[in-house]
């Protein structure tokens, strides 16, 4: 098993990418903390976990919120005793809107869920892993976070700024034994769809030309193996960098 006896967070866990990473994670031997504002899809996935003999357990996080995720990375530590991965999935879309159409509210909502949780979960854990001398941090971009024309205004700057973000804290801490890397899905079969409201029919006329030469829909388990290579040592000499997983899609452009 390549996690084997690891502890893992994974955020935005109970559907979508972050499920199918909690569960292959815990597959490859990892006791994985399934952090979810779905308190109860969460529990379904430890369940599920569970039945195939895997170790978990359900953590209720609202990861725009610094308490939250303090208690996620402190309930790590005392279920399992100590804290060997952090992955930062959790995300919202926003609705295709331009600048010229967003509002303070809607951007502010999108990073402090999209990108100050995932620097405010990475500062958490750095004590940790610092007292370990080793760690891994594996963060969720997208290729929204490497293009211009993927998303609207909001959701493309946060996603370009959890780039950042991993570029700096893998650089900042490579002495240290820690890695940071981020995966960038393409269009993947999600329900990230469900935080979409009242689209903004411009910005979505300006993405369909992009979308429509998307190669096809990925499935949440091939990004969770993506997700493990990172987390495993199969990925040592890994830092730093972003792994685009778009079955060719940004490769044209």
């Not at 405010?120 to 854990?125: L, P, S, Y």
């Not at 029919?201 to 091939?222: C, D, K, T, Y």
Request: charged content about 20%.
């Amino acid at each position: 098993m390549k996690l084997q006896s690891k502890v893992a967070v994974v955020t935005g866990a109970a559907s979508g990418m972050g499920k199918a990473i909690a569960e292959l994670y815990a597959a490859e031997g990892a006791k994985v903390i399934v952090a979810d504002l779905n308190y109860d899809g969460a529990e379904a996935v430890v369940k599920g976990i569970k039945a195939n003999g895997g170790t978990a357990k359900a953590v209720k996080v609202n990861v725009a919120t610094q308490e939250d995720i303090d208690t996620m990375i402190d309930t790590a530590v005392s279920a399992y005793g100590t804290l060997d991965i952090l992955v930062n999935n959790a995300g919202i879309m926003d609705s295709f809107e331009p600048v010229g159409e967003i509002t303070d509210e809607k951007w502010d909502r999108i990073f402090d869920i999209n990108t100050k949780s995932v620097m405010r979960a990475t500062r958490k854990t750095l004590p940790i892993f610092l007292e370990k001398g080793k760690g891994v941090i594996v963060n969720t971009a997208s290729t929204g976070g490497l293009n211009g024309a993927h998303a609207g205004a909001a959701y493309g700057a946060s996603k370009h700024a959890v780039v950042g973000l991993t570029k700096n804290t893998g650089f900042m801490y490579a002495n240290e034994g820690i890695r940071c890397n981020a995966i960038a899905p393409g269009g993947v079969a999600t329900n990230i769809a469900s935080t979409m409201a009242n689209v903004s029919q411009f910005g979505a006329s300006r993405l369909q030309a992009v979308q429509g030469v998307m190669p096809r829909i990925g499935q949440p388990e091939e990004i969770a193996q993506v997700a493990l290579f990172l987390a495993s040592d199969e990925s040592s000499f890994v830092n730093g960098t972003v792994i685009t997983a778009d079955a060719g899609w940004t490769s044209a452009f």
